[in-house]
């Protein structure tokens, strides 16, 4: 069974930082780019950032370009993402996933495995 498995999330202020890791097994990243997504209460999951395998590309956002940085370290098998500048609005369930193929991708559609989801509360 994959497993992606997401961390680092939790309460923070507005204006705080946060890193978020993913770890899942080597079969699962390599070769993969990988995303994050986000999920609000009451909303849609939506696109956050991704990255591609060998980490040379990546995309954010326009919501959080500048303030949030994706990596990886694919000897570790995770895929971080450095979180600054935090706004209440960043609240949610941020999930990781494994791409198709060596490029993320800003749909959903694009990703076949799936983490369980870290939350992310930004307080005022």
């Given at each position: 069974?994959?497993q992606?498995?997401?961390?680092?999330?939790?309460?923070?202020?507005?204006?705080?930082?946060?890193?978020?890791?993913?770890?899942?097994?080597?079969r699962?990243?390599?070769?993969?780019?990988?995303?994050w997504?986000?999920?609000?209460?009451?909303?849609?999951?939506?696109?956050?950032?991704?990255?591609?395998?060998r980490g040379?590309e990546s995309?954010?956002?326009?919501?959080?370009?500048?303030?949030?940085?994706?990596s990886?370290?694919?000897?570790?098998?995770t895929?971080?993402?450095?979180?600054?500048?935090l706004?209440?609005?960043?609240?949610?369930?941020?999930?990781?996933a494994a791409?198709?193929?060596?490029s993320?991708?800003?749909?959903?559609s694009?990703?076949?495995?799936w983490?369980?989801?870290?939350?992310?509360?930004?307080?005022?």
């Open positions: 069974q994959v992606l498995v997401e961390s680092g999330g939790g309460l923070v202020q507005a204006g705080g930082s946060l890193r978020l890791s993913c770890a899942a097994p080597r699962t990243f390599s070769n993969n780019g990988v995303g997504f986000r999920q609000a209460p009451g909303k849609e999951r939506e696109f956050v950032a991704a990255i591609s395998w040379g995309m954010y956002a326009d919501s959080v370009r500048g303030r949030f940085t994706i990886r370290d694919n000897a570790a098998n895929v971080y993402l450095q979180m600054h500048s706004k209440p609005e960043d609240t949610g369930v941020y999930y990781c791409a198709l193929g060596p993320g991708s800003r749909l959903s694009g990703y076949r495995y983490g369980q989801g870290t939350q992310v509360t930004v307080s005022a």
